[in-house]
């Protein structure tokens, strides 16, 4: 029923910037945390940015100061910013959010299919 599709992956040059954006769609009461993810091929899964309902916002050490995690919560959309891409950012990046399917249910996690990020020296 809740579909996370993300969207604005690609190659770019080391240095280089993205904007990704992930919808959440369905039949959503409401959206709690979101969330991105990346990973790499021969490594684990690594959280990089989470954002609150509130838009209290974390970041892994190893993105501080070069990604930007934001969201809008009228289009149910989480959006991350990523400037002065490295090629260690290679990835691919899922989106994940918490989501409430209506006033008395609990929180159920769903995940998007990911979209990839390249960056070539």
């Known amino acids: 029923q809740v579909q996370l599709v993300e969207s604005g992956g690609g190659l770019v040059q080391a240095g280089g910037s993205l904007r990704l954006s992930c919808e959440a769609s369905?039949?959503?009461?409401?959206?709690?945390?979101m969330d991105w993810y990346r990973q790499a091929p021969g490594k684990q899964r690594e959280l990089v940015a989470t954002?609150?309902?509130?838009?209290?916002?974390n970041y892994a050490d190893s993105v501080k100061g070069r990604f930007t995690i934001s969201r809008d919560n009228a289009k149910n959309t989480v959006y991350l910013q990523m400037n002065s891409l490295k090629p260690e950012d290679t990835a691919v990046y899922h989106c994940?959010?918490?989501?409430?399917?209506?006033?008395?249910?609990?929180?159920?996690?769903?995940w998007g299919q990911g979209t990839q990020v390249t960056v070539s020296s």
């Open positions: 994940h959010a918490d989501v409430r399917l209506s006033t008395y249910s609990p929180n159920y996690s769903y």
């Open positions: 369905g039949s959503i009461f409401s959206i709690n945390a």
């Open positions: 954002i609150s309902s509130g838009g209290t916002t």
